[in-house]
């Protein structure tokens, strides 16, 4: 029947990707280091089993059909586990970052109406610092060591007695995972993953051009779990058969080089930071690892300068960039080099390479300007960029944040950008008001606003500096009010109640009046200016 269904209307959930890891990937490993270094071995296949015991067992808990159940884990086999049972039974996985501060995840499990939490042992304090804030239903606690916390179910136990689910039939439009991202101004804003977007990212994410994904792979997703599904690697490798390793929460250099070492891997990805740190590392031992295996590094979630390209080609391995956001689950674009560019010289490598890439297949992209006019694609013109596609949000939850959204249906980065004649994206600054340190953000409207309540201060522009280890930090300038006085570590102290540590700025510039645009803002621009060496490629 032409033009009416003639092929099969199969669903594109990711009951299909947790089933073919069952059937088809039972050798393919999933190594979990430990905190005490140890590690432990599994397989896809064993995990995907596992699965459907740990969904029978959350079923009897309570948990129905687009109920959300929190983890606050590391990357580790258990956290695959419940990325394969939750939303395989029809509830969804929300991944919390432990890193955040107490009041931003009471906000955002309340915000979310988890009802039910998984935290591992080693995240109890942090678990504590919020809990009474929600009333979770149920909190299951993965205990390697010691007895289960008193009021707490045993992750394990649970498993042990529950009889495999059998997989129920899911509409690809529903909820499968959801994720938290920071807000310009404020509160952090939940974006929902339906099936399709998760299924369609995964099969595009494993493309040659994208990050070339197969079975013959060992991935080490040194990007959290929390953080926008790892990239979607976790079910890129269950999709494909790619071994993962997990690293825990350890993340120094030499121990990440030990697993990447010992355990073969062929494709890493995680933040510049972390990058950053193992090339120092390398430099200074250059014999100690053999990575011969390791075919990429795919750094992403903050610009790539180019020494870091540079200095990871003097050791034989190459980097990938990746462009993406929260808001694109995650991936947006990858930076490949054209087979043109191949043969040029050195310099318009690098230059490419440090730019963040051409858009996946179905990621359309438009940058606008300032006038609201779509700019061309010649390498020069400067806008914000838009995208749109299967795996891009449409809406945050709850309403939210309608204004990142235009009339017509595209989601605004906030990334200002220029695009090439290739359609290779170069982003050259940020609309939105935030410092990204580490991979991590810092709200510096929230900050500015809680300095500002401090008596005596006038007026505090915070402004992104670049950063050799971390990429960018917050630099705070303060305009004092006349005749009071204060100094940085009274400031620190002052903002240490309502934001993380590695929040807080270092530097604090201190003067009569900060400048002023137009129409009244901080001129941020005349800022940057004024107190960071420029460090953009
Ligand atoms: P998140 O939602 O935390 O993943 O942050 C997304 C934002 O990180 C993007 O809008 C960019 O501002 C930034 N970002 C991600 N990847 C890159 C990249 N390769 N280069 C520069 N900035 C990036």
Redesign the pocket.
């Given at each position: 029947m032409i033009n009416g269904l003639t092929m099969d209307d199969y669903p594109l959930s990711l009951t299909a990707v947790v089933e073919r890891a069952e059937r088809f990937h039972n050798t393919a490993k999933v190594v979990s280091r430990r905190p005490d270094g140890s590690v432990d071995r599994t397989t896809l296949g064993a995990c995907a089993i596992r699965a459907r015991r740990l969904a029978s067992a959350l079923a009897e808990l309570g948990v129905g059909d687009g109920d959300r159940v929190a983890t606050l884990l590391w990357n580790q086999a258990e956290h695959l586990e419940l990325y394969f049972a939750v939303p395989a039974m029809g509830a969804v996985v929300h991944t919390l970052n432990p890193r955040l501060h107490p009041d931003e995840l009471a906000f955002i499990v309340e915000d979310a109406q988890d009802r039910v939490i998984v935290v591992d042992e080693s995240l109890l304090e942090v678990f504590e610092s919020f809990r009474h804030t929600h009333q979770f239903e149920h909190v299951i606690s993965i205990t390697r060591e010691g007895p289960t916390p008193d009021g707490m179910l045993d992750f394990e136990s649970l498993i042990d007695a529950a009889e495999p689910m059998v997989w129920p039939t899911l509409d690809e439009r529903r909820a499968a995972a959801m994720c938290y991202?920071s807000g310009t101004t404020g509160r952090p804003k939940g974006v929902v993953y339906s099936h399709r977007a998760l299924v369609l990212h995964s099969l595009t994410a494993a493309l040659p051009d994208a990050l070339g994904v197969s079975a013959r792979d060992t991935l080490l997703p040194v990007v959290p779990m929390f953080h926008?599904n790892a990239w979607g690697l976790p079910y890129a490798a269950a999709l494909l058969g790619a071994g993962l390793v997990l690293p825990g929460s350890r993340l120094d250099s030499a121990s990440v080089l030990d697993l990447l070492a010992d355990e073969q891997v062929t494709m890493t990805a995680g933040v510049p930071t972390v990058w950053m740190a193992m090339l120092d590392a390398l430099d200074a031992e250059p014999q100690r690892w053999d990575l011969s295996r390791l075919d990429r590094l795919i750094v992403?979630?903050?610009?790539?300068p180019r020494s870091m390209l540079e200095g990871y080609d003097r050791h034989g391995l190459t980097v990938v960039?990746?462009?993406?956001?929260?808001?694109t689950a995650?991936l947006g674009a990858v930076s490949r080099l054209p087979a043109d560019l191949e043969e040029s010289g050195t310099d318009e490598r690098y230059k490419f390479r440090a730019r963040?890439g051409v858009a996946m297949p179905f990621v359309d992209i438009r940058a606008r300007n300032d006038s609201g006019d779509f700019i061309e694609w010649n390498d020069r013109e400067m806008g914000e960029l838009e995208v749109r596609g299967p795996w891009v949000a449409a809406e945050y939850h709850n309403g939210k944040g309608a204004d990142s959204f235009t009339p017509d249906g595209w989601f605004r980065?906030?990334?200002i950008v220029r695009i090439d004649h290739r359609g290779c994206i170069w982003?050259c600054d940020?609309a939105k008001d935030m410092v990204?340190s580490g991979g991590e953000?810092i709200s510096s409207v929230d900050l500015e606003n809680h300095l500002m309540a401090h008596p005596a201060v006038a007026e505090a522009a915070v402004i992104a500096v670049p950063d050799a280890r971390w990429g960018e930090r917050p630099l705070a300038v303060i305009a004092l009010r006349d005749g009071a006085a204060t100094d940085p570590d009274q400031l620190r102290e002052h903002l240490g109640t309502e934001f993380a540590r590695w929040q807080l700025p270092e530097r604090f510039e201190f003067v009569t009046a900060i400048p002023r645009t137009a129409t009244g803002k901080f001129k941020k621009i005349t800022l940057r200016e004024q107190f960071s060496a420029a460090d953009r490629p």
């Open positions: 991202t926008a992403g979630g903050a610009a790539v960039q990746a462009w993406g956001m929260t808001e995650p963040q980065t906030g990334d982003i940020r990204k953000w």
